[in-house]
């Protein structure tokens, strides 16, 4: 069983809407937890990164929110835009240099 | 200028075929790392090097074997390919702060090898 895992596995909203993915993890010890954005065809590019001590983080349209108590995150995107349409993934880090996945959410957003 | 680069892009190759996977990073960062994303899209670890030196080296069979001739580079070589060894290859690097954590960590943007 994964230890990151993502829901939904996909979603498709409207062009101007907003949408909320989560995140549950069962890694431990917690070092830092990050969102990615993968385009298709493309390597996966940092959107936020929180450790133990933050519970929210923000990047432009994209606002992370971390609960290390309940080893819950999510990832809100506000008023989505057609370049949102990729997978995002969360990934968690228990030591410093060792990263663990999910298996990511695909977001399609439609005009 | 790419920030972490790797060639090639697109791989097709023969079963039983050795072949090179290289990658450099401009970012001044002291760790580097190759990943295997597969067909599920889950990306997995299969080594690290900080400052030329393996400090994580996952289950990967020996038939992969990384080279790091300095800390901007980390090239993967594969032996005796399989056809299980199609996958997405993404090499990464990041940069370790006084708080232990890596941040910048940044990815290339994957050579596609198929194995046929």
């Known amino acids: 069983k994964n230890q990151v895992e993502q829901s939904p596995q996909s979603l498709i909203i409207l062009e101007g809407k907003n949408c909320t993915l989560q995140c549950n993890y069962t890694v431990s010890p917690f070092s830092n937890l990050r969102w990615y954005k993968q385009d298709t065809g493309r390597g996966p590019v940092s959107l936020t990164i929180?450790?133990?001590?933050?519970n929210t983080k923000s990047n432009g349209r994209y606002t992370a929110t971390l609960d290390a108590d309940t080893k819950q995150s999510s990832l809100h995107i506000t008023a989505s835009q057609l370049s949102d349409s990729a997978s995002y993934i969360c990934?968690?880090?228990?030591?410093?240099?060792?990263?663990?996945f999910g298996a990511g959410t695909t977001v399609t957003v439609r005009a | 200028d790419t920030a972490v680069s790797q060639t090639p892009k697109y791989l097709v190759t023969q079963m039983g075929n050795d072949k090179s996977i290289k990658c450099e990073q401009n970012?001044?960062?002291?760790?580097m790392y190759w990943y295997k994303q597969d067909s599920k899209k889950f990306l997995k670890i299969m080594f690290s090097y900080n400052n030329k030196e393996l400090i994580i080296n996952e289950t990967v069979p020996n038939r992969f074997s990384p080279k790091s001739p300095d800390k901007a580079h980390l090239n993967l070589h594969i032996n005796s390919l399989e056809l299980g060894d199609s996958a997405v290859y993404f090499c990464?690097?990041?940069?370790?702060?006084?708080?232990?954590?890596?941040?910048?960590?940044?990815f290339g943007s994957g050579t596609r090898l198929t194995v046929v």
């Open positions: 990464a690097s990041s940069q370790e702060r006084s708080d232990r954590v890596a941040y910048g960590y940044t």
């Open positions: 970012l001044g960062h002291d760790t």
């Open positions: 929180m450790t133990f001590s933050e």
């Open positions: 990934v968690v880090s228990a030591t410093v240099y060792k990263l663990s």
